[in-house]
């Protein structure tokens, strides 16, 4: 190296230049939202870094996986045998139920819930940045994955879709600073707003009266209204509420159903914007499977 | 910069950047030490004529996609980081490796705040202590990477 005669621009100069450089991407990616094709094209680009980052843990996985005894595996099946027949006997119930309900529905000239398509998907990593609660999944735009659309687990709702890439992409998770859902009391229909808290087993409901119903234990499911999330999944369970009588509002603090900091499995869903009522659909395999599995 | 084996310098960044998004515990996650902002200050410190600010932005922006935050913060805070490296290479390189890991302390706590600060000014994000305990892990941290780096510096005669 030759440091004695420096060539080219000082390091000020370089500075100055990336100092305006970051200053425009942060007001074209912030403000315009300008970014959103090209910030896919990028999320494409270093996928295989996130493929390569998340091979220690996949190899973990799977050696845990191997290591299972035959005695444990027999046993896992004998439950998941008495689960599916369980959920089996459900299905044919819910079936029966839902054609009532959308012929109820004709009858009062309401529009019929269309039917959603739910797609499979893996956690690929978890961000570690501590301002944004993010996970990434290994399906994109090629899966038929996109932007906005509600990720849910089994037990609850997770988030929803904020970046697409070709082969992976981005869920902004429910208790992110910058995420909210219309949510409504399960019990009494009372509606609220879901506000993450930017803590992971926290969310927060503002502009509650003290006088209105909310109780702890108090399940809140999502109400459809907003249009992003379908109606009716749990979101969350109330966990305090105080009233503190100098305070106009009461403080009311859920913590999510979904297990968000032991994500491992999800299901994007995809909602059919059909709102014409069409007449009674008549499934003739009650079996048929909505749930596109993946390659795992 | 690919001339000398420069492009060791390429692969080790790759590694740090692998490094800083791998999974890991929750409880682990808030004391993953800033693998980037170690290997782009050592590199700088050793190769000033190799790696410059911009690089650094660049390696920043890197980070920006792969974390998903606004595009331009991490870049940011990294160049200004680096750019403090580069305008005192010549004092860093003199200090005792102890020293050496408390400067990349300093170095660690302004990269934290500057991306803390833009954060906040973006979104409402509220200050939590436990954003600077990285800062810890970076400072024990360095001494080792300092003399792994340093070896791979000599085995392959990077200039």
Not at chain 1, 10 to 23: D, F, K, N, T, W
Not at chain 1, 50 to 74: D, E, F, H, V
Request: proline fraction near 4%; charged fraction near 20%; aromatic fraction near 10%.
């Amino acid at each position: 190296m030759n440091p004695i005669f420096n060539q080219g621009i000082s390091p000020a100069q370089r500075l100055i230049l990336v100092l305006i450089c970051s200053g425009a991407l942060i007001f074209f990616d912030h403000k315009m939202a300008s970014f959103e094709t090209a910030r896919g094209y990028l999320q494409s680009l270093v996928s295989p870094l996130q493929y390569i980052a998340n091979t220690p843990k996949l190899l973990m996985t799977w050696g845990s996986a191997n290591l299972i005894t035959r005695q444990q595996l027999m046993t896992e099946n004998d439950q998941l045998r008495e689960q599916q027949l369980f959920f089996h006997e459900q299905t044919m119930e819910l079936d029966i139920v839902r054609r009532e309900n959308q012929r109820l529905r004709l009858l009062l000239a309401s529009p019929v819930r269309g039917e959603t398509k739910k797609v499979f998907a893996e956690i690929l990593s978890v961000d570690s940045d501590p301002y944004s609660l993010q996970v990434v999944i290994n399906r994109g735009a090629n899966d038929g994955v996109v932007e906005g659309q509600p990720v849910i687990d089994e037990k609850g709702v997770v988030g929803q879709i904020l970046h697409v890439g070709a082969n992976s992409s981005r869920v902004l998770l429910l208790s992110d600073i910058t995420h909210a859902v219309p949510v409504r009391v399960k019990r009494n229909g009372l509606r609220l707003i879901a506000s993450g808290s930017g803590m992971v087993d926290r969310l927060v409901h503002n502009f509650v009266t003290k006088s209105d119903d909310v109780k702890e234990g108090d399940l809140l499911v999502t109400s459809g209204l907003g249009g992003k999330y379908p109606e009716g999944y749990p979101v969350s369970r109330v966990t305090s509420i105080r009233t503190d009588e100098s305070r106009e509002f009461a403080r009311i603090y859920s913590q999510p159903v979904a297990e968000i900091d032991r994500l491992r499995y999800m299901l994007l869903l995809s909602i059919n914007s059909q709102s014409k009522p069409t007449l009674l659909p008549v499934q003739q395999d009650t079996n048929k499977k909505k749930i596109q599995l993946g390659e795992h | 910069m690919f001339r000398h084996n420069g492009f060791v310098i390429l692969f080790t960044l790759l590694i740090a950047l692998i490094a800083s998004i791998a999974p890991m515990p929750l409880s682990v996650d808030v004391f993953r030490p800033d693998w980037v902002l170690i290997v782009l200050v050592y590199w700088c410190l050793a190769l000033p004529n190799k790696i410059n600010v911009i690089t650094a932005w660049f390696i920043g922006l890197t980070l920006d996609i792969l974390l998903g935050s606004v595009l331009g913060v991490h870049a940011c805070a990294m160049a200004l980081s680096i750019y403090i490296v580069v305008v005192n290479f010549q004092q860093i390189r003199n200090f005792s490796v102890w020293q050496q890991a408390l400067i990349v302390g300093v170095l660690a706590a302004q990269y934290h705040l500057v991306v803390f600060w833009l954060q906040r000014f973006l979104s409402d994000v509220v200050f939590l202590p436990n954003y600077l305990y990285p800062v810890v892990t970076t400072v024990v941290l360095w001494p080792w990477m300092f003399f792994l780096l340093r070896r791979v510096r000599r085995h392959f005669r990077i200039k």
